[in-house]
Each structure stands twice: as structure tokens, then as C-alpha cells.
T-cell receptor, first 111, second 109 residues
Framework: DGGITQSPKYLFRKEGQNVTLSCEQN?????MYWYRQDPGQGLRLIYY???????QKGDIAEGYSVSREKKESFPLTVTSAQKNPTAFYLC??????????FGSGTRLTVV | GQSLEQPSEVTAVEGAIVQINCTYQ??????LSWYQQHDGGAPTFLSY????GLEETGRFSSFLSRSDSYGYLLLQELQMKDSASYFC??????????FGKGTMLLVSP
């Protein structure tokens, strides 16, 4: 079945540590996105990519970095510069001007 | 920038009809979308309106008035499984989607 796979499901980060969240899709979608969701809040856009080797900052890109070396993959690194990283991270992809398909998310907690 | 307003919580009983409103402000507009998210889960796409009027998909309908910067999601014949958060989202351009803060729908027996 086609879809988006995010891993890990749960991730714990120590202060000052960089961590990378994985996002893989087999939908052959060109555009991919990373959103952050805090409790009781909507989704806020971190980064997005419309084609391989190109990506743009979203509304809250500070403290995050991404790469898009393959069409299928769009990993997100949460760096030590992100002061409040505890959140639910959602990866999505889109085909043409229609609905987004989301992965099941990674819940990141700072310990 | 973009901003969206929707009620934080709506309650209803099984079998009833409920309407979730969404007003938006955006510098550009390609369309209004609706997503459902069960607690701890991934959002799932429900509907998309690019033009004024009503779009119907089974028990769910979505309406858009571009002149009023307003839309709503209508859920009919409510079921317990419809208890979830519902997000409206606006496409200010072709590439991105900006979400509202969500409306939690509680369906009681």
C-alpha cells in the first residue's frame, strides 16, 4: 500500500543534542512538508520541498534543518538551537492541488 | 500572513447534524480544505473547496463563500466515531497550507 512512513514513533532528546526524524513516501508525490503540532494547537509549517535538492522555510524554520536528496525521502533534523522541541511532528506529501497525505507522526520529548 | 478562526469545541449527540465554521484572512487564496484528526493520530483529508458553493461527500459537506472569507464543514447523522478534531486550512498559494487551531467535536450517545 502507498503511504508515508515516519520513524521513530517516539523519540527522546537530551539537551544540546541534534536528532533526525525520518520521512519516506512511496506515493511518487513531488511536494513534501514538515509540520509541528503542539497540544491543542493547529499545525505549523516548518519546511517544505517541491522538488529534489530544493526546499523552502516555512513559518517556524528556526532551529530545524532538512534535506531532499531523493524524491522519496525528506528527513528533518531538530538541532540544539531549537529551544522548545517537545512536540508532535508530522510529515506530509501532496500530488497536484489536492489533499495532503500525512504520516503517523513522531512524538519528540526533551529529557 | 494568514489567519483562521474556528470554534475550539463543539458538542452534539449521535444522529444529529453539526456545523463547524471557519473564517479566514489571507493574502492569496487557492482554496479551503478540511481535515479530521483523531487523538494522537494523523490528520486525514476530508474535503476541498476552490469555488463558492457546497461540496458533498457522503455524510460530510463543505461550503465556501470567498466574498465573505468564510466556510463551514457540515456533518450529518453523527456517529460516535466522528468525535475528533477538525481543522480548516487555507491555501494561500499553490504550494503550502496554513491550518487553523482546530475544533474538537464531542459526540455523545
Amino acid at each position: 500500500d502507498g503511504g508515508i512512513t515516519q520513524s521513530p514513533k517516539y523519540l527522546f532528546r537530551k539537551e544540546g543534542q541534534n536528532v533526525t526524524l525520518s520521512c519516506e513516501q512511496n506515493l511518487n508525490h513531488d511536494a513534501m512538508y514538515w509540520y509541528r503540532q503542539d497540544p491543542g494547537q493547529g499545525l505549523r509549517l516548518i519546511y517544505y520541498s517541491q522538488i529534489v535538492n530544493d526546499f523552502q522555510k516555512g513559518d517556524i524554520a528556526e532551529g530545524y534543518s532538512v534535506s531532499r536528496e531523493k524524491k522519496e525521502s525528506f528527513p528533518l533534523t531538530v538541532t540544539s538551537a531549537q529551544k522548545n522541541p517537545t512536540a508532535f511532528y508530522l510529515c506530509a506529501s501532496k500530488l497536484e492541488n489536492y489533499g495532503y497525505t500525512f504520516g503517523s507522526g513522531t512524538r519528540l520529548t526533551v529529557v | 500572513g494568514q489567519s483562521l478562526e474556528q470554534p475550539s469545541e463543539v458538542t452534539a449527540v449521535e444522529g444529529a447534524i453539526v456545523q463547524i465554521n471557519c473564517t479566514y484572512q489571507t493574502s492569496g487564496f487557492y482554496g479551503l480544505s478540511w481535515y479530521q484528526q483523531h487523538d494522537g493520530g494523523a490528520p486525514t483529508f476530508l474535503s476541498y473547496n476552490a469555488l463558492d458553493g457546497l461540496e458533498e461527500t457522503g455524510r460530510f459537506s463543505s461550503f465556501l463563500s470567498r466574498s465573505d472569507s468564510y466556510g463551514y464543514l457540515l456533518l450529518q447523522e453523527l456517529q460516535m466515531k466522528d468525535s475528533a478534531s477538525y481543522f480548516c486550512a487555507v491555501s494561500p498559494g499553490y504550494s503550502t497550507l496554513t491550518f487553523g487551531k482546530g475544533t474538537m467535536l464531542l459526540v455523545s450517545p
